[in-house]
């Protein structure tokens, strides 16, 4: 599968963006579906999966912030981003993979498909 990202940019501390990742392949809907982002300088960090059902789980950090949801009619999958802080600064990725592992494996060692990413820049 193939994952492109959009829907980075710069926003102002305490604005929203929405993020977009559109995958390709005709068995989107039966893949789990995360994000992640990487700061300058800091590692990869889980933020959230959803899973083909539906549900859903959260880095607590991002917890009440960030809403991860799916659209299985458009292969894509989207993350709402509410009360951006300038520490949310990051490429931020989108990955999946066929959910064969848990979702604390996928959060400690990542997915098996990845976009490239796209720069979210929070101003303060």
């Known amino acids: 599968v193939q994952l492109e990202e959009s829907g980075g940019g710069s926003v102002q501390a305490g604005g929203s963006l929405r993020l977009s990742c559109e995958a390709s392949?005709?068995?989107?809907?039966?893949?789990?579906m995360g994000w992640f982002r990487q700061a300058p300088g800091k590692e990869r960090e889980f933020l959230a999966i959803?899973?083909?059902?539906?549900?859903?789980d959260y880095a607590d950090y991002v917890k009440g912030r960030f809403t991860i949801s799916r659209d299985n009619a458009k292969n894509t999958v989207y993350l709402q981003m509410n009360s951006l802080k300038p520490e949310d600064t990051a490429v931020y990725y989108c990955?999946?993979?066929?959910?064969?592992?848990?979702?604390?494996?996928?959060?400690?060692?990542?997915?098996?498909?990845w976009g490239k990413g796209t720069l979210v820049t929070v101003i303060s």
């Open positions: 392949g005709r068995t989107f809907s039966s893949y789990v």
């Open positions: 990955a999946a993979d066929r959910g064969y592992y848990s979702g604390s494996y996928y959060q400690a060692h990542g997915m098996g498909y």
């Open positions: 959803i899973w083909s059902g539906g549900d859903t």
